[in-house]
């Protein structure tokens, strides 16, 4: 048996944390369009300032390609997660160097900072385990233990998720530990009905979890881009629908396995079309049987559609979705997407929403948040966790008990 060492687990009176948070989150030039994960890091960090911590702050943003970029600074970020906490949180202008040693230099117990970019270096994420290996090192002199908090990337082998924690007495943060919970749930005796609705456009991006999830759910709902694979696979007409075609024949066996093992596989019905992605693009809804015509896309479930996929999900006791439905981002797209989402705060039982795409619409499309059990923060990890897939920025943190 193994579990996670908790923050109770940990003396961090009058210590210096090396804290990693997962603060990606989406940027317009310097404004944060959804500060979602910034909120989900404060519980830790209050827990750690209350018990006199001196909190260190390590993150990404973007994919910089391990060199300094100024449209990936942290800084808007820092800004931010200031005003959330109402204290000054200083950010260093550098990972590792004298701007960093300086800045948590001059910290005092319940102090915040934050470390720029740790992908501007090009070690947190290299692939040699002695470069990881090295900037770890370097990150552990800075602080006297550490914490992980950053779900979005415990899927991750990387120096600052991995390797650091090696380094130092360690534990999880609580937003680590109640994800972790929630997904074991998932993966051990859910209440059922069990419903996984998912979408977004690639089946080759969710193809662990659907192999890993057939044998456990009892209704299996499948909407998004990928969607059109899966019609294909069933001889309709998708126009010019994104579509897999080195993914048939697995989308095939799926769709035997269901039947073989009682899973409700369900697909869209009907489908809205359009002939580009716009505001301004002409659309309508087509039924699947008709056909998608030469030249247009599906772009979203259609209303029929819609209907059956919040009616399988309000009955149910379990639900997670992962993945939108349609290009939620443009309004006449949307309907299939919010009608799921809307379907999630009247479930009786749990309701989890995978991360990523799908949190972003729940709070782009207004639903209401606390209506709905759990919203994570890592659309990869948790769809990595449904899979069934060791997690080593989890494994780090878990202690072995007789």
């Not at 470069?131 to 990387?158: I, K, M, P, S």
């Not at 696979?233 to 269901?258: C, M, P, Y």
Request: proline share 4%; net charge negative.
């Amino acid at each position: 048996m193994s579990r996670l060492v908790g923050l109770d687990d940990l003396d961090v009176a009058g210590r210096t944390v090396l804290l990693r948070s997962d603060l990606n989150v989406p940027l317009d030039g310097t404004t944060i369009t959804d500060d979602g994960r910034i909120k989900g890091a404060l519980p830790t960090i209050r827990v750690l300032r209350e018990r006199g911590a001196r909190v260190v702050i390590l993150a990404h943003l973007g994919r910089p390609g391990g060199r300094p970029n100024p449209d990936l600074s942290l800084a808007p970020v820092g800004v931010r997660l200031g005003e959330l906490l109402n204290i000054p949180v200083a950010v260093a202008q550098d990972v590792v160097g004298p701007s960093a040693h300086a800045v948590v230099a001059g910290m005092q117990d319940g102090d915040v900072a934050l470390l720029e970019n740790v992908r501007f270096d090009a070690r947190e994420t290299s692939k040699d385990r002695d470069e990881r290996h090295a900037l770890a090192e370097e990150f552990a002199a800075l602080g006297d233990c550490y914490v992980g908090d950053g779900f979005g990337v415990v899927h991750r082998d990387q120096a600052s998720v991995t390797e650091l924690p090696a380094l130092l007495p360690h534990a999880a943060g609580l937003l680590v530990e109640r994800e972790t919970a929630v997904f074991d749930s998932l993966l051990s005796e859910p209440a059922r009905p069990y419903t996984v609705v998912l979408g977004g456009s690639k089946v080759s991006d969710k193809l662990g979890v659907i192999k890993n999830l057939l044998g456990r759910v009892d209704r299996l709902l499948i909407g998004g881009g990928m969607c059109f694979t899966f019609l294909a696979a069933q001889g309709h007409k998708i126009g010019g629908s994104l579509f897999e075609a080195d993914q048939v024949e697995n989308v095939r066996g799926f769709i035997q396995q269901a039947a073989e093992g009682n899973v409700e596989l369900v697909l869209p019905v009907d489908v809205v079309i359009a002939q580009e992605v716009s505001e301004e693009s002409a659309s309508r809804v087509v039924g699947v049987g008709d056909g998608i015509p030469d030249g247009w896309m599906g772009l979203d479930i259609g209303p029929e559609s819609a209907a059956a996929f919040s009616r399988l999900v309000e009955t149910s006791h379990t639900v997670v979705w992962n993945g939108p439905m349609g290009v939620f981002e443009v309004a006449q797209f949307a309907a299939g997407t919010k009608a799921v989402a809307e379907a999630m705060t009247r479930v009786d039982g749990t309701s989890v929403v995978g991360g990523g795409d799908s949190a972003a619409a729940v709070r782009l499309l207004g639903i209401d948040e606390g209506a709905i059990s759990h919203i994570s923060t890592g659309g990869g990890a948790s769809l990595e966790f449904l899979e069934g897939r060791t997690l080593p920025g989890l494994d780090v943190l878990r202690r072995t008990e007789a």
